[in-house]
Structures are given as structure tokens and as C-alpha cells.
């Protein structure tokens, strides 16, 4: 499975480089919070998965980020891991090394980083939904290519990987994949 490109052009922004400008400029100016609590207990990673690219921060982060994105509904279902979108993601990125660096060190900027580099003071996974919702929104709007580039990243690798999953068919009308199941050709042929 290869990532959408929406994912691939997001990664580019968000290069090695100047994260760690960005990082650095933070740092220098105190804006970094200086430790760290551990990942809540409700986004952190179920005790059996092995996480191969991502870190249970960054799962955490991304789970956190993806029930926001995916708006109420599919918010529901991710909160309730019927869709673990951080555990897709982390299989996607595996296979995709050059892809997996920047968007981890993207998760560590959406989690750690404070204001003004992100609109917050506290963890995202600590905030309320509200809270959240107003961080993502900061970062669609935001002036800085790289900020923008932040969130369509995380939008990019949420979306793929939240509708590409079954239990999200009945949200998004897609019957599966023809020639599979119970969706026959016969069945994509009608019209």
C-alpha cells in the first residue's frame, strides 16, 4: 500500500531540517516545556500492539489528533478503537521510513510544543476536545507554511488510514472493495 501523495507532499515540508530550526528556535526561546507526564491512560497503546514507527506518545498524540479530524461520528468509533487509527498508521508508516521520521517528529511538535509555535500551553493529549479543536484550527489558518504543513500532514495519514479501514463503510457508503466478500464486479458494473 503506498501513502497518498497528499502525505508524501506534507512529509516534505515537514523535513528533518527545519524541524529542527523550528525546535531550536522554541528551545532557545523557553518555549519547550522542560519534562513530561506519561501517555494518558486512554489514548495509550493497548499493552499487546507493537508499535514499529510510531511511539505511544506519538500513537497517543495521533489518536488524540484523528478523533477530532474525523468529526463526531468516526470520533466515536476511534475513541472506542473500533477504529485504531494510530495502530494503521503505525503499520502504514513501517513501510515507510522516509515518511515515518517527519511525521514522528510533526506528533512531537502537535504534542510538546506551546504557544506561540502551537496554540496551547499544555500536552495536546491533555486539552479538552474544545481545547483541540482550536489547536487544529490555529494550524489550518496559521501563516507559516510549516504549521499548515503540521496539520495536512496528521490529516493526511488520519483520513488515510480511518477510511481505509471496514467498520468506517457504513459512515462513508463505500460497499468494500469489488471482487471481495459480498461485493461482487457484477456488483460495481451496475449502475
Known sequence: MSPPSDLQRAAAVLDRRAFLKVAGFAAAAGLLPAGCGGVPDLLAPPPDLRLAALSPRAYATLNAAAARIVGPRGGTLVERRTVDVAALADQLLAHSPTLAGPLSQGLAVLEFGVWPLVAKLRPFTSLSKEAQDHVLADLVR?????????????????????????????????????????????????S
Request: no cysteine; glycine share 14%; charged share 15%.
Open 142 to 190: 496559521s501563516h507559516l507554511e510549516t504549521k499548515r504543513a503540521l496539520y495536512g500532514a496528521v490529516r493526511a495519514l488520519v483520513l488515510s488510514t480511518f477510511y481505509g479501514a471496514p467498520a468506517t463503510r457504513l459512515l462513508s457508503g463505500y460497499p468494500g472493495p469489488f471482487g471481495f466478500g459480498a461485493v461482487t464486479i457484477a456488483d460495481g458494473l451496475e
